[in-house]
């Protein structure tokens, strides 16, 4: 099998896309820094001086540039298109001024209803453990929708480390397109689209690692979650991925921020719009980790998990699960012994302990 996609080599895709968005990086530093799209320090941030964010318009020129020379012109790429350039025209103004939640989520949702109704990329139908479910309309719309708007917060809320948010969003890109190949559907939009964004995160990515010169910004953040649920919504669309697992798996790390921290605003009576100092990867910088070392830590954790999906395709089920099980061990752990889901209030509990003794 040869690694082409629309008759041009895989690795060209990517080191086009790579090098444009890399080379791009320093021009929208400076702009940011000229419109004052700058990510101040705070009590909930890790960093420690003001850096300029919007550098995910680096990552959506690339994207661009990478849809001219090697993606075909269709009906679905253009309402791709036009949603992403809404998603990332919300973002510029995020980092620039900050929006209110409810318009950013509203704009989300138009974005979201592009795809889905101009470009009828709707969730039908989905294998999961065996099990087929089919969605009736209207129920397919509302589903797909929601699915796009999940994802794409669930991308943004784990965007708070140095590379953290587009090293994982690499791997997810990465893994789509190796089960492409051995599924030999690599002609697939999805396969595409996420060659195209592989570079253009990886060359991103070379600034924005520990430590970061720029960071993603909501322009950027945003933006790559947005075409990582649509490139999901292909591969259902597509049959390229044949089960609703394999997407989820992949994604797993983020999701499962994204729904503990949903969880745990809610036991604190607090919305689910409101930030904190709480997630996974606060988590393991309260362990003593470093940044660096921490951001590591999950990119390997996410790894085994796309490893996951790529045996779950080979047909090594067994030892897909087992490395699964082990994983959600780990979670699990995790989810006890630290506060990403309950706070363990050590002070206080000393504090009665003194009171009945």
């Known amino acids: 099998m040869r690694f082409e996609v629309n008759g041009y080599n895989v690795f060209v895709i990517v080191l086009v896309t790579f ?3 890399a080379l791009l990086v320093p ?27 919007m550098g995910g318009l680096a990552v959506f020129a690339s994207f661009l540039l990478g849809y001219m020379l090697f993606a075909r012109s269709s009906v679905q790429m253009l309402s791709i298109l036009i949603g992403g350039f809404i998603i990332v025209l919300t973002g510029i103004f995020d980092d620039i001024k900050p929006v209110p939640a409810k318009i950013k ?23 999961i453990l065996g099990l087929s479910f089919d969605f009736p309309k209207p129920v397919d719309y509302v589903v797909t929708i929601f699915f796009i708007l999940a994802i794409t917060n669930a991308i943004n809320l784990i965007d708070g480390l140095d590379g953290l948010s587009s090293g994982v969003s690499s791997i997810y890109f990465a893994t789509i397109a ?43 953040s945003l933006f790559i979650g947005f075409t990582i649920s649509v490139i999901a919504l292909l591969g259902f669309k597509a049959a390229t991925l044949t089960s609703l697992i394999i997407p989820l ?59 996951v ?29 630290t506060d990403i889901l309950f706070h363990h209030n050590k002070e206080n509990e000393n504090k009665l302990k003194e009171k009945k003794n």
Do not use: W
């Open 19 to 21: 090098f444009t968005s």
């Open 27 to 53: 021009l929208i530093k400076k702009a940011a820094i000229h419109v004052g799209a700058m990510d101040i320090p705070n009590a909930r941030k890790v960093h420690t001086h003001p850096i300029p964010r």
């Open 105 to 127: 989520f509203l704009l989300q949702t138009v974005a979201a209803c592009v795809v889905v109704f101009y470009g009828n990329i709707v969730l039908h139908h989905v294998d």
């Open 178 to 220: 190796i089960i492409a190949y051995i599924l030999n559907k690599m002609q697939g939009l999805d396969t595409i689209l996420s060659l195209i964004m592989l570079g253009a995160v990886l060359g991103f990515l070379v600034h924005n690692f520990h430590p970061a010169k720029i960071f993603l910004g909501d322009t950027g």
């Open 249 to 307: 798996v992949i994604l797993a790390i983020p999701i499962f921020d994204t729904i503990l921290a949903i969880f745990r605003r809610l036991l604190k009576g607090e919305s689910i719009g409101t930030p904190d100092k709480d997630h996974f990867h606060h988590q393991l910088l309260k362990m003593k980790f470093g940044v660096r070392t921490t951001v590591l830590i999950i990119y390997a954790i996410n790894i085994l998990f796309a490893s």
């Open 309 to 337: 999906s790529i045996f779950f395709v080979l047909g090594d089920s067994k030892l897909a699960m087992a490395i699964y099980i082990v994983l959600m061990i780990l979670l699990l752990f995790l989810v006890m012994k």
